[in-house]
């Protein structure tokens, strides 16, 4: 900035040769308070005070005020004696000019100062005081308006969410934008240090340029460019972070004894016995297996107690932890070259991360970036730029939530024995029963949870290359006409061998051997390991023609932008599986016989062997219009529109509403540069207001029947399709109207400055899912645009400088307060247990929120044998089938509140000493419920899956008392075990305090160091669980400290 | 000059959009427009292969020890194999009445796609067959669905009696509603009428349907609604086209041999799957006096059951062998169809013959006593006998039960579950299932009563 000073002084010293001859100029400057001086470019030693405003200065025919104001930016202004008198000059964009933001929304870039919208922009200042390898993970606690929803996401990947919902089931994402262009690959191959600022379009206004797809809001991302006449500029970043092991111990486990004590009372009651007798080859539990041993004879009943005894001190979270899980280490490095001369501006840089993770998971990221523009000629200018990101991950150990087709591992299970082997567990077959039926000859049949992962090399390659070329041409003054073309194609190429010692191979091997009848084994699959590979090829083509159209006369000032593009996307799949692939010894492949079933060496059922490939391929193609006006009089007022239509190649839903307009409108109006404002306190204030429409498409969604191709039937062998889609012919766009009412304000000094704004969004159109009865139609629910919702919430984004001085404290508020709430929803199903089912469950019923928390009420234990207890029709029942069908009325279930927090606070406070800063981030979440998770006896006994409340049950009479845990009772009742997960009892207030990170920094001349703790746990919870309500029933993310440098020469 | 050239390149990009957005999104999504992406709907076995199998489970030939009920079995296995009242199937398309359904509608479907493609002297064959297919699968799933959730059909109360929906587009916005039993039957005989011409007389696998299959098909569902000359002609029809039988002697078993025959055996006429979702076939053991009645010589004895560590068999003889239980059509069950229309229409030796036919191949070569009547009563009491004894986990045991009773046959099936005595009882309001809870709430069609 202070070069730009020096810069821009002597662009005025060189200018101020021209003098000539003089009159005197009045005028008067507004919108800034303290001391003014005007001095003019041809006699720059005459300068004169402006008083109360006004002033008057001698200039020449022709000539350039430059108006001075302490912490401003001086102005510039050309002027002549014809311009009327006095001239009005507002100092509020020039005193933005040391520190105006910009906001790019992909199409231009405006100062936000005159933007009617709504834009929340992260500058990379702030994004760096957190570490880490992807850009958008930083944004979560920093961003106004942002939540990352990990509540109805289910197991999927966590969501962003722009100022609360705007669908219910179509996609909820954000459109992310880099570098003017919709990014549709792989998030984590951006380079965090290459990022320049984040802007996030949060209201119509800013969003709906985007059309169909903006419906959500829009993230839009810039990376660093170089600059005209900058000398070389070096920057270099490393640090290094470390991830502490995951907190396995957070989600509570029945103990190991008391899962025994589980297994003997099935096994007693016969539950096993079934399997045992007519399935003897199926894997058990080593209890089990014991008490079967002892009952057939095979060990003395001492003997399995003692052994049953043993088992009971293991636990198996303590040997994840011990050793499988080790601390997560993560390194990082970039540098970036960048300049200008006077003709061309350039950056070159390059990032290495290289992680690994709790599970020894590994990746590897190179990037590679380079930018220039030329000037062609004074009024054609050329942009290139091309990034390379080339990456490689493999996977790491299996982790604690693995699962096997009969369930967890047993609590009790051991991974090493005391001679530091792994130990085998049996997870589809009984490896005893194999031994016998096998004579011995077949491969060992044990899974290895330990060493398993050693015989699997499953890698996951990736490039990607994105390169940009544009023209922009000015063919007059304010005039601008641009080409772009972007082109970008992602290849990731998966392969993935489990090598014959790997449990994979080993089973399929065994699964297909046959004994012959001289007690030989005979291989039906090849001896070897199993390799799979997969290669997807994603390429991205963008073609932008636009006119730009930006002009400011003394009082008006006109932006207008129209344009059209055209974009195609081409991702094709494929892939292949081989069995019996040794990788010393490659050549063609045996052919095996696909066709035949063969049967399974221990059940006899025929099985196919696997083998195969699959290919695909999808297209989409994109054609847009768009345009978007503003105008400021005396920038004062300004009015803003903007439209787009949209067309695509989709299937049904799309040709319904092809060509359909979408649109908004805005006003803003600067009331601090109005005459009569005369709050000497607060020199800004300024109010706007939007309305628009913008609109989110899913391309899954179709109107005709679609099929699928599937795989060949293997009775014909002829292709078989599937129908995906059925013919639904009214299906259009989900539309989402926003209206947008903003305050922002700046005290003197900027001591306290930021942004009220009030919104309010109706969703309509929306893809409901709505129960079908399937005598109709092959589906249990089917996508109509049948449901509204609407939203509204408050910003408030609040920066103060508490402090100033040596010792600085400055503070960062970010208050989100958002509400939704279903307006109409298409509902056939009014039954209760379609409502229930925790955080993830749409409940849609209309004036509730779309995630709400209902659950059924509890009426405590029966005191007689600690059976659960609900309401039918108001009278205490145990009739689980009624409770948990369709006995219970909708109107009935008890109503907790969202399970989507209705206020989320952030705080950031830094305070400064010297070359000393340390950040503090709190973040907080309330007004939201989750389901807690307690014993499900259901799960218990068919998947092993506890919960330390079983220790806590009910067991004789009077234990309802101090416990509200139902008792154990065989045999299995679903819908006992459902009512209870399910009820009323069990829900629990979300609201949470969180210390997101603390970051220390400290300023060695060129070179800034810094340590960063992130993820540092809650400081404060509503429930008295000890459950992190962010992290309901899985591991809550590790607490990660990172140290690094980062230089700029 | 450079606007000019930018105006170009709008004008060009306006004129490939439209061509642009007519290209198909994913290469392998496709809509119902040509005969080979209807064939190939039709082919999706793992919906239109598969039948329901709850009559099965709910008839009497197999019986789930108490562990095995207490232990394995879902509440909707429980609800079924007990004759339970409500909500005994899960409330999914995926279920016993969902499932017989979305056959319906991939028919309906692959019908009313088919009206758009031209029928030209290149392509009426298959297209003749393609239309003959669906009629065939929709006819048939009617059938199946009538067989569990309606009363067995009785030419006098048919009119009175409530059939089940008959759903004959796609268009789901139209609302399910209750036929009577006679436009039921109509509908399905006139589906599988339909089809006869259209199909082919051989097909490349049982497990699409043929002409034969068609006749075999209408020949068991006459005969299930005691219309038995028609059955015996169709099944005169059926077995002139197909009449091979196999001779067990040909096929080894051994005690571990899980699955006795191939899926493509020479008896299979129409190979229609049952999961087995309902009967497991690991944990059912066959109903011990049904085993005991089998002849030491019997080679069913061996090629269809298994013995268990518990004592108690097991079934290993389906025609689908391990994709499934057969639901479908073959030459075995023809004949002794066609036996008993013999036998009731006083035809003695005729139909002795069709059953000796059958038998002599069943039994370990040389130990066969062709079986003898005194006269065509006594002849159709054997064969009724015989027909149990040879039809084990065909879906035909639900379908005779309920038939048989209205004839006064009085058979009641019975279970012992956990000391606790059940029985369903000749002709009770019980042989027409409850349909799932929510299709009743969904459409407001009547429930069956259950008392």
């Known amino acids: 900035m202070k070069k730009i000073f020096v810069f821009y002084s002597l662009l005025l010293l060189y200018a101020g040769n021209a003098a000539a001859q003089t009159t005197l100029f009045k005028g008067r400057v507004t919108g800034v308070s303290g001391n003014v001086s005007v001095q003019t470019t041809t006699n720059p030693g005459s300068q004169v005070q402006a008083i109360g405003g006004n002033f008057s200065i001698p200039v020449a025919a022709t000539d350039t005020l430059i108006i001075i104001a302490p912490g401003y930016q001086p102005m510039r202004i050309a002027i002549d004696v014809s311009i009327p008198q006095p001239l009005v000059i507002d100092m509020t964009a020039a005193a933005k000019a040391l520190e105006e933001v910009i906001v790019n929304t992909g199409y231009q870039k405006i100062a936000k100062e005159r933007a009617t919208g709504s834009f929340t922009t992260v500058d990379n200042k702030l994004l760096n005081q957190q570490v880490g390898t992807t850009v958008l993970s930083r944004l979560e606690s920093i961003t106004n308006g942002l939540y990352v929803d990990r509540q109805t996401s289910g197991l999927g990947q966590p969501r962003f969410i722009i100022r609360g919902l705007s669908t219910i089931n179509g996609p909820a994402s954000p459109l992310i934008v880099l570098d003017d262009f919709p990014y549709e690959g792989d998030l984590n191959n951006i380079n965090p240090n290459d990022v320049e600022s984040i802007t996030v379009l949060k209201d119509a206004a800013a969003a709906s340029i985007w059309g169909t797809r903006a419906g959500n809001g829009v993230i839009v991302i810039t990376t660093k460019r170089g600059r005209y006449n900058q000398p070389m500029r070096t920057e270099f970043t490393s640090n290094m972070s470390i991830a502490d092991k995951p907190k396995l111990r957070s989600i509570s486990n029945i103990s190991s004894g008391d899962f025994i004590g589980v297994e003997k009372f099935l096994y007693d009651n016969g539950y096993y016995q079934a399997q045992l007798t007519g399935s003897p080859w199926k894997a058990v539990s080593p209890v089990i297996e014991l008490l079967n041993l002892r009952d057939q004879g095979k060990i003395s009943a001492a003997e399995a107690d003692n052994r049953i005894h043993a088992l009971a001190a293991n636990n198996l979270t303590d040997e994840y932890m011990n050793y499988v899980y080790e601390k997560g280490v993560n390194l990082q490095q970039a540098i970036s070259l960048s300049g200008g001369t006077k003709n061309m501006q350039w950056i070159i840089g390059g990032g290495w991360d290289h992680n690994a993770d709790q599970l020894s998971a590994k990746y590897d990221r190179y990037n590679f970036k380079t930018a220039q523009t030329f000037k062609l000629t004074s009024r054609l200018d050329l942009n290139t730029s091309i990034d390379y990101t080339q990456s490689r991950s493999a996977a790491g150990k299996r982790g604690i939530s693995f699962s096997t087709n009969t369930g967890s591992l047993p609590v009790y299970t051991r991974l090493k024995d005391d001679n530091g082997n792994a130990l085998p567990v049996n997870i589809d077959y009984l490896q005893s029963y194999a031994d016998s039926a096998g004579e011995g000859k077949l491969l060992d049949w044990s899974y290895y949870p330990l060493t398993d992962a050693d015989n699997i090399e499953d890698v996951v390659k990736e490039q990607a290359i994105l390169a940009n070329l544009a023209l922009t041409y000015k063919p007059m003054k304010g005039l601008s006409l641009s080409a772009q073309y972007q082109y970008g194609r992602q290849v990731t190429t998966g392969s993935r061998l489990a090598g014959e010692g790997s449990y994979e191979a080993r089973n399929y091997i065994n699964k297909f051997s046959e004994l012959d009848s001289d007690g030989n084994i005979q291989y039906n699959l090849p001896r070897g390991g199993i390799f799979s590979s997969s290669n997807a090829t994603l390429e991205t083509q963008n073609f932008r023609g636009q006119v730009n159209y930006s002009r400011r006369w003394a009082a008006h000032e006109v932006n207008v932008l129209a344009g059209g593009e055209w974009r195609t996307r081409q991702y094709n799949t494929g892939s292949q599986f081989t069995v019996g692939y040794n990788p010393d010894l490659l050549g063609p492949m045996p052919a095996l016989d696909y066709v035949h079933p063969y049967p399974n060496f221990l059940t006899g059922a025929g099985e196919y062997l696997p083998g195969g490939g699959s290919f695909g391929a999808t297209v989409n193609n994109y054609v847009s219009f768009f345009s978007n006006a503003a105008y400021t009089f005396r920038r004062k007022y300004t009015i803003s529109a903007s439209a787009r239509r949209d067309a695509s190649n989709l299937f049904g839903a799309t040709r319904n509403n092809r060509w359909t307009p979408l649109w908004s409108a805005g006003l803003a109006w600067d009331i601090s540069n109005e005459y009569f404002y005369k709050l000497n306190w607060l020199p800004r204030l300024k109010i706007r207001t939007t309305y628009g429409i913008s609109g989110n498409a899913d391309p899954a969604r179709a109107a005709v029947t679609t099929l699928r191709l599937q795989a060949p039937s293997p009775f014909t062998q002829q292709p078989s399709s599937q129908i995906v889609q059925f013919e639904n012919k009214s299906l259009g766009w989900e539309r989402v109207a926003m209206t947008n009412l903003a305050v922002d304000f700046a005290s003197r000094n900027d001591r306290i400055s930021g942004s009220v704004e009030y919104y309010h969004k109706k969703a309509t159109n929306l893809f409901g899912y709505a129960q079908v009865d399937y005598t109709s139609v092959p589906i249990d629910g089917l996508t109509k645009n049948v449901a509204t919702i609407t939203g509204r919430g408050v910003d408030i984004d609040l920066q103060t400088r508490n402090i100033t001085g040596k010792v600085s404290w400055s503070s960062q508020l970010n208050i989100n307060f958002n509400k939704d709430k279903v307006k109409k929803y298409y509902l056939f199903d009014k039954t209760s247990s379609a409502f229930v089912g925790g955080s993830a469950q749409v409940s849609a019923i209309e004036g509730s929120p779309v995630y709400g928390l209902y659950t059924y009420q509890w009426g405590g234990l029966d005191p007689l044998n600690g059976d659960p207890q609900g309401y039918l029709g108001g009278v205490l029942s145990k009739d689980y089938n009624e409770l948990a069908g369709t006995g219970t009325k909708l109107e009935e279930l008890h109503y907790s509140g969202p399970t989507l927090p209705t206020s989320t606070w952030s705080m950031g406070n830094t305070v400064s000493y010297k070359r000393l800063s340390v950040t503090v981030r709190i973040t907080g979440k309330f007004g939201h419920y989750f389901q807690r998770p307690s014993i499900n006896y259901s799960q218990l006994y068919k998947s092993r899956t506890g919960h330390a409340d079983f220790a806590n049950r009910w067991q004789n009479p009077g234990d309802e008392l101090y416990t509200q845990v139902p008792s154990m009772r065989y045999p299995i009742d679903e819908a006992r075990s459902y009512f209870y997960a399910n009820s009323s009892i069990l829900a629990t207030k979300a609201d949470h305090i969180r210390l997101q990170y603390i970051t220390l920094q400290y300023q060695l001349n060129k070179v800034q160091c810094y340590i960063n703790a992130n993820n540092l746990g809650l400081l404060w919870k509503a429930n008295s669980f000890g459950i992190d309500p962010e992290y309901n029933n899985t591991y809550p993310a590790a607490t990660n400290i990172a140290v690094g440098i980062k230089a700029i020469f | ?451």
């Open chain 2, 1 to 451: 000059m450079k606007q000019l050239f930018f105006v170009i390149t709008v004008g060009m990009l306006l004129l490939s959009c439209e061509k642009q957005l007519e290209e198909k999104p994913d290469k392998s999504l496709s809509t119902p427009q040509s005969l080979s992406s209807i064939q190939s709907m039709l082919d999706y076995y793992v919906y239109t292969g598969y039948d329901n199998g709850a009559d099965e489970a709910s008839a009497d030939n197999y019986f789930v020890r108490d562990a095995t009920y207490n232990g394995w079995l879902t509440d909707a296995q429980r609800g079924v194999y007990s004759w339970g009242t409500v909500n005994i199937f899960l409330n999914t398309y995926q279920s016993e009445w969902g499932r017989p359904y979305g056959n319906i509608y991939y028919s309906n479907v692959a019908l009313q796609s088919l009206q758009d493609i031209p029928k030209t002297p290149d392509n009426v064959i298959e297209w003749n067959d393609i239309a003959g297919q669906a009629l065939f699968k929709r006819g048939a799933s009617f059938f199946r669905i009538a067989n569990l959730f309606a009363l067995p059909y009785d030419a006098a109360t048919s009119d009175a009696t409530m059939g089940i929906p008959l759903r004959l587009t796609p268009d789901f916005n139209e609302r399910s509603v209750r036929a009577s039993l006679t436009e039921t039957y109509r509908q399905v005989i006139s589906d599988l009428q339909a089809s006869v011409p259209l199909l082919k007389v051989f097909v490349m696998h049982p497990a699409r349907p043929s002409k034969p299959a068609a006749y075999g098909l209408l020949s068991r569902i006459y005969l299930s609604m005691r219309n038995y000359t028609a059955a015996k002609l169709y099944a005169d029809s059926a077995l002139a086209i197909r009449s091979q039988l196999m001779n067990y002697n040909s096929i080894p078993v051994s005690a571990s041999t899980a699955y006795t025959f191939s899926n493509s055996n020479p008896e299979s006429i129409y190979m229609s799957l049952v999961s087995n979702g309902q009967i497991l076939i690991t944990t059912a053991r066959i109903d011990t006096v049904l085993y005991a009645s089998y002849h030491a010589d019997d080679l069913r004895k061996t090629r269809f059951f298994r013995l268990r560590p518990d004592g108690y068999y097991s079934f290993r003889g389906s025609y689908a062998s391990s994709d499934g239980l057969y639901g479908g059509v073959a030459t075995d069950e023809l004949y002794i169809t066609r036996a008993e229309c013999l036998a009731r229409a006083g035809e003695k030796d005729a139909a002795l013959n069709d059953l000796n036919t059958l038998l002599v191949t069943r039994y370990k070569t040389g130990t066969y006593v062709p079986i003898t009547a005194t006269d065509a009563a006594d002849a159709l009491a054997k064969i009724l006998v015989e027909r149990r004894k040879e039809l084990v986990y065909r879906f035909t045991r639900w379908m005779d039960i309920r038939r048989l009773n209205l004839e006064g046959a009085g058979i009641t099936p019975k279970r012992y579950i956990n000391g606790q005595f059940f029985e369903l009882p000749p002709n009770s309001p019980k042989y027409a299932r409850p349909i799932p809870g929510d299709v009743i709430a969904l459409s407001g069609m009547p429930q069956n009563p259950q008392q």
